[in-house]
């Protein structure tokens, strides 16, 4: 089965650009989606189809996806972003849903 | 206003049965593949069940396959996950979430229901 990788935990100090990345064997030929889940809370799509953002997300969101890596970009990181982070996608070989096993975004 | 609310979580023996409910509201259940998903204590996201906009094609995850059944009430715009066979495994929040196709992101997701299997 499909499996993507993403790291355990990314820090970065507010104000700082923080990337998180997914990775996937030719994950760049297939669709992303990104979920911020924050504790305590369900997750919400804040990315889909690798560069599409919801219109209730904040444009500091952005997507990307080529290769053998999809990545989540966040500029302009504040402490409300702090939350765990999903990549997901749909395998059609298989019929399954994969998701990524979570980053920890942590704002020092 | 677009919702969905799941309901029928609880403490279970293992071996047991329960069945959640996923009542919806502000969309038409029919028009979109819904979708069960879940997360035990402290783990992420594990996809487990999908259900077809027509309701005639459902997958499932290898985990729970056999044992979980998805289902759907047009008339009461609600999505059911009927579990046997429950494993204390199975202990997790499950969440039901709405997509427009098997491609798609998931773009509502209810609040959760706890589901734990003990003896």
């Known amino acids: 089965s499909y499996v993507l990788t993403q790291p355990p935990s990314v820090s970065v100090a507010p104000g700082e650009t923080a990337k998180i990345t997914c990775g996937g064997d030719n994950i760049g030929t297939k669709s992303v989606h990104w979920y911020q889940q924050r504790p305590g809370q369900a997750p919400v799509l804040v990315i889909y189809?690798?560069?599409d953002r919801p219109s209730e997300i904040p444009a500091r969101f952005s997507g990307s996806n080529s290769g053998n890596t999809a990545t989540l970009t966040i500029r302009r990181v504040a402490a409300d972003d702090e939350a765990d982070y999903y990549c997901?996608?749909?395998?059609?070989?298989?019929?399954?849903?994969?998701f990524g096993g979570g980053t920890k975004l942590t704002v020092l | 206003q677009v919702r969905l609310v799941e309901s029928g979580g609880g403490l279970v023996k293992p071996g047991g049965s329960l069945r959640l409910s996923c009542a919806t509201s502000g969309f038409i259940i029919t028009d979109n593949y819904m979708t069960w998903i879940r997360q035990a204590p402290g783990k992420g996201l594990e996809w487990i069940s999908y259900l077809s906009q027509t309701g005639d094609t459902k997958y499932y995850a290898d985990s729970v396959k056999g044992r979980f059944t998805i289902s759907r009430d047009n008339a009461k715009n609600s999505l059911y996950l009927q579990m046997n066979s429950l494993r204390v495994e199975d202990t997790a929040i499950y969440y039901c979430?709405?997509?427009?196709?098997?491609?798609?992101?998931?773009?509502?997701w209810g609040q959760g229901t706890m589901v734990t299997v003990s003896s």
């Open positions: 979430a709405r997509g427009y196709s098997y491609e798609d992101a998931f773009d509502i």
């Open positions: 189809y690798d560069t």
């Open positions: 997901q996608l749909w395998d059609s070989s298989g019929d399954y849903v994969v």
